[in-house]
C-alpha cells in the first residue's frame, strides 16, 4: 500500500514520464483533423495510461496494479480499437476532415483553459496526498477527463465522439491508479468490461446511424427539439 | 438469498427471451420473472422495515431501508411495464419478426437486472458499474423504433450519460482515496458514512460535486438535461415507464447516498437546493410549450427530480421522508402516465398534441386514463403525488425554508398548469372524423394495475410502508 516505503526516485521521474506523454496526448486528441489519427491517439494514450500502472506496480509492489496494467494494455490498446474497426465500416475512418465547432487553434486555447481549471480543481486535494504519484496523476488525469470531454462537445464525428469518452474514462483511470490503488481487483476487471461494452454499443449504434441516414455526421442531428 | 434470486431471475429471463419459439414464450417469461421478482422485493422490504437489513455478503450485497424502497420501485413498474409490453409490442412489431421481439425482451430484461443491482449492490465503485450498465443496456430500447429521431435519441443519450458516468467516476475515486487515508475499511455506503468525519472537507466536497455533476447528466439535472425529453419520447412506452419512474430516481438515489457523507459541511445540502430549485423552475416552464405528450412528461420528469432534490437537501427527518416519499410517489405517477401516452398512441397513432382532440368520446379508456395521469402527476388530491407534494411543504416551512417552499409550491403550481391544460385539449372537445383504435386488454390491465397503488397510497399508506419511508428518511441523514 502507498506509504510504506519510501518511493525510488527512477520511479517517480518514469512515472511523470508516462503523465506527461499522457497530457501531450490528450492535447491531440483535440489537436488532430483526422479520424485514424484519433484512433491512433487514443491507443497511445492508452499504453501510456497502463504503463503508468505498471511503473506504480513495481514501485509498490502491488500484483493487481499489475494487472490491471495489462488488462488496460489488452481492452483499450487491442481489444476496443479491434471492436470499433470491426462494427463500423471502413468508409467512417477513410473520411479524411472531422467536422468541427470550433477551428483548432481557437480549441487548444480553451484546452490549456481547461488544463488550468484541472490543476485548480486539484490543488486543493493534494494537500491531502501523501505520495509523488498522486502529485502527478491527479491532476493530469482530471486534465485528460476535461479535455475527453471537450473533444466530445466540439467534434461532430461519431467515432471521434466515441473516442473522446473512452479518453474521458483514460483520464479517470489515470487518477485512479495513483489515489485509489488498493481498489478491489473485481471491480476493476468490471469496469475494463464496461469500457468494452461502451466501444460495442456506441459501435453498433454507430453503424445503424450510418445505415439509416447515411452519415456518421452526430453532431448535425437535430430533429428533436421544441418548435 | 432473496438478493441473489432478484439478481438471477431477470438475467434467466433474458435468456428464455432468445430461445428462437413462439412469440409468447419471452412476453410470458418477463413477465413472470418480474412478478418473482416483485414478490421477492416486498419480501425484503417487509424485513428491512421491520429493523431487519438484508445482508447476502456483507459490505457487497445487502439492502437496507432506502435500498429496499429503490428495489420496491424498480420491481413493481417492471411488473406493470412487462405487461404493458406484451399488447404493445404486438402493436408496434409486425407478426413475420419474431428476432426484433426477441431481442426487445432480452434487452428489457437486462436493463431491468442493471437497475435492480444499484439498490441491491452496497460496494460504492460496482454500483457507479451499475449505473453505466443502465444506460447501455437501455440504449438499444431507445432506439428499438430504428427511425431516424429515435436513433438521434439513442445516440444522445448514450453520450451525454457516458461523459457523466466518466465524471462521476473521478469523484467515486476521490472517495475510495478518502477512505483510504481515512483507515481503510471496506468501500461500501455505510462505511463510507463512518469513515466521513476524519476525510478531509474540501476532497468529500470536490468528490460530491463530481458525483452531482456526473449522474445529475444521467437524472436530467437542468442544464445537463438536453437528451432526457428526446431519449424519454423516442423509446417505446413501456420503456418510457421506466426509464421515467425508475431509471432517474436509481440514479438519483446514488447522488442522495452521498448527503449523510457530506453532512459534515452545510455546502451539499445548498447544493442540491440550487440545483433542485434551476431544475423544477427551468421545467415547469419548458412544460408550457411542448408539442409531443410524450415530451410533456419527460420535462414533469425533471421536475419531480428537481423537487425530490429540493426535499432531501432541505434537510431534517421531516423534510428527508418525504424526500422518500416523493420519489416513491413519482414512481407510480410517471410509469402510469407513460403507460397512459402508449395507450393513446396506440388510439390515435400520433404524439402530436394539437391533433388529438375528444379522445373521451373517441376512445374512452385512452382519454380516461391520461386525463387521470394528468392530474396524478401534477399533483391534484386524492393522488399520492398531492400528499408527498404537501408533506414537503410542510417540513420545509416547519424547518423555516420558506424562500425555497415559495419558489417550488410557485413552480409547481406554474407546471400543473401546464400539464393540466394540455391534458384538456386532448381529452375534451369535439374528436376528429377518424375513428381510434381498441386497445389490447393487456394494456388496460396493467394500466389499471398501475392505477391502484398511485389512488391507494394517496388515500391511505400501511404501517410497513411507512415504516420504510421513515427508515429511508433517516438514511438520508446522518
Redesign the interface.
Known amino acids: 500500500?502507498?506509504g510504506s516505503a519510501a518511493v525510488l526516485p527512477v520511479f517517480e521521474h518514469l512515472n511523470g514520464l508516462a503523465a506527461g506523454l499522457f497530457l501531450l496526448t490528450a492535447f491531440a486528441l483535440v489537436a488532430v483533423r483526422q479520424v485514424q489519427a484519433c484512433l491512433r491517439i487514443f491507443i497511445v494514450q492508452s499504453v501510456l495510461l497502463a504503463a503508468s500502472a505498471c511503473i506504480q506496480a513495481y514501485s509498490q509492489e502491488a500484483v493487481h496494479l499489475f494487472i490491471l496494467g495489462w488488462i488496460t494494455l489488452v481492452t483499450k490498446a487491442v481489444l476496443i480499437p479491434w471492436l470499433l474497426r470491426r462494427t463500423v465500416r471502413r468508409e467512417v475512418y477513410v473520411r479524411r476532415e472531422i467536422a468541427q465547432v470550433l477551428n483548432i487553434p481557437s480549441s487548444l486555447l480553451i484546452a490549456v483553459a481547461l488544463a488550468l481549471f484541472a490543476y485548480f480543481?486539484a490543488s486543493?486535494?493534494l494537500?491531502?496526498a501523501?505520495g509523488p504519484f498522486?502529485r502527478v496523476n491527479l491532476p493530469i488525469?482530471?486534465t485528460g477527463?476535461l479535455l475527453?470531454?471537450y473533444a466530445?462537445t466540439v467534434r461532430r464525428e461519431?467515432i471521434p465522439?466515441v473516442l473522446g469518452?473512452l479518453a474521458?474514462?483514460n483520464?479517470?483511470?489515470l487518477?485512479?491508479v495513483a489515489?485509489?490503488p488498493?481498489?478491489?481487483l473485481?471491480?476493476e476487471l468490471?469496469?475494463a468490461f464496461?469500457v468494452l461494452?461502451?466501444a460495442l454499443?456506441?459501435g453498433?449504434?454507430t453503424r445503424?446511424?450510418h445505415e439509416?441516414?447515411g452519415t456518421t455526421v452526430?453532431g448535425e442531428?437535430?430533429?428533436?427539439k421544441?418548435? | 438469498m432473496e438478493l441473489f434470486a432478484i439478481l438471477a431471475l431477470p438475467a434467466l429471463a433474458a435468456g428464455l427471451a432468445l430461445v428462437p419459439a413462439r412469440r409468447a414464450l419471452a412476453a410470458a417469461s418477463t413477465v413472470l420473472a418480474s412478478v418473482a421478482v416483485l414478490v421477492l422485493a416486498i419480501r425484503v422490504a417487509l424485513a428491512t422495515a421491520g429493523g431487519r437489513p438484508v445482508v447476502a455478503v456483507a459490505s457487497w450485497i445487502a439492502c437496507d431501508g432506502l435500498g429496499a424502497l429503490v428495489l420496491l420501485l424498480i420491481a413493481f413498474v417492471a411488473v406493470t411495464s412487462s405487461i404493458f409490453s406484451w399488447g404493445y409490442l404486438s402493436r408496434i412489431v409486425d407478426a413475420g419478426k419474431g428476432p426484433k421481439l426477441r431481442r426487445y425482451y432480452s434487452h428489457f430484461n437486462l436493463f431491468l437486472l442493471s437497475m435492480l443491482a444499484v439498490p441491491i449492490l452496497a460496494q460504492v465503485a460496482l454500483v457507479w458499474i451499475a449505473v453505466e450498465l443502465t444506460t447501455l443496456l437501455s440504449v438499444f430500447l431507445v432506439g428499438f423504433e430504428g427511425t431516424a429521431a429515435a436513433l438521434e435519441a439513442a445516440w444522445k443519450y448514450v453520450v451525454l450519460t457516458c461523459m457523466g458516468a466518466a465524471i462521476a467516476l473521478i469523484g467515486i475515486l476521490l472517495l475510495f482515496w478518502g477512505m483510504t487515508t481515512a483507515g481503510g475499511g471496506p468501500f461500501s455506503w455505510s462505511n463510507l458514512v463512518a469513515a466521513a468525519p476524519r476525510m478531509s472537507p474540501a476532497l468529500l466536497k470536490t468528490a460530491f460535486l463530481f458525483v452531482l455533476v456526473g449522474f445529475g447528466a444521467k437524472v436530467g439535472l437542468v442544464p445537463l438535461h438536453g437528451w432526457l425529453p428526446d431519449a424519454h419520447s423516442q423509446a417505446p412506452s413501456p420503456v418510457c415507464a421506466l426509464l421515467s419512474g425508475v431509471e432517474t430516481t436509481t440514479v438519483l438515489y446514488v447522488i442522495l447516498r452521498l448527503l449523510p457523507v457530506l453532512q459534515a459541511g452545510e455546502s451539499a445540502s445548498t447544493w442540491l437546493v440550487a440545483f433542485g430549485l434551476v431544475s423544477v423552475g427551468a421545467a415547469a416552464f419548458l412544460l408550457l410549450q411542448v408539442r409531443d405528450y410524450k415530451r410533456l412528461f419527460a420535462f414533469s420528469t425533471i421536475e419531480h427530480m428537481g423537487i425530490i432534490m429540493v426535499a432531501a437537501g432541505l434537510g431534517g427527518p421531516a423534510a428527508q421522508a418525504s424526500a422518500a416519499w416523493q420519489m416513491l410517489s413519482h414512481a407510480l405517477a410517471k410509469s402510469f402516465c407513460f403507460f397512459a401516452a402508449g395507450a393513446v398512441l396506440l388510439a390515435v397513432g400520433t404524439r402530436d398534441i394539437a391533433s388529438v382532440r375528444g379522445l373521451m368520446r373517441n376512445s374512452p379508456v385512452a382519454g380516461i386514463a391520461l386525463l387521470v395521469a394528468g392530474l396524478a402527476i401534477s399533483g391534484a388530491p386524492p393522488f399520492a403525488v398531492f400528499l408527498s407534494e404537501l408533506s414537503i411543504f410542510r417540513a420545509g416551512i416547519a424547518g423555516d425554508h420558506l424562500a425555497a417552499v415559495g419558489l417550488l409550491a410557485l413552480f409547481v403550481v406554474i407546471a400543473f398548469c401546464g400539464v393540466m391544460q394540455q391534458v384538456n385539449r386532448m381529452v375534451f372537445g369535439m374528436p376528429p372524423s377518424t375513428t381510434a383504435v381498441p386497445l389490447p386488454r393487456s394494456c388496460v390491465a396493467s394500466l389499471a394495475m398501475a392505477a391502484v397503488p398511485m389512488l391507494a397510497l394517496g388515500l391511505y399508506v400501511p404501517p410497513a410502508l411507512e415504516r420504510l419511508l421513515g427508515l429511508a428518511g433517516t438514511a438520508l441523514g446522518r
Open positions: 500500500m502507498s480543481i486543493p486535494l494537500a491531502v501523501d498522486p488525469g482530471i477527463l475527453g470531454a466530445v461519431a465522439q469518452i474521458m474514462e483520464g479517470a483511470f487518477a485512479g489515489i485509489a488498493g481498489l478491489p473485481i471491480a468490471a469496469a464496461d461494452i461502451i454499443v456506441m453498433l449504434l445503424r446511424i439509416r441516414l452526430v442531428m437535430a430533429s428533436l421544441e418548435d
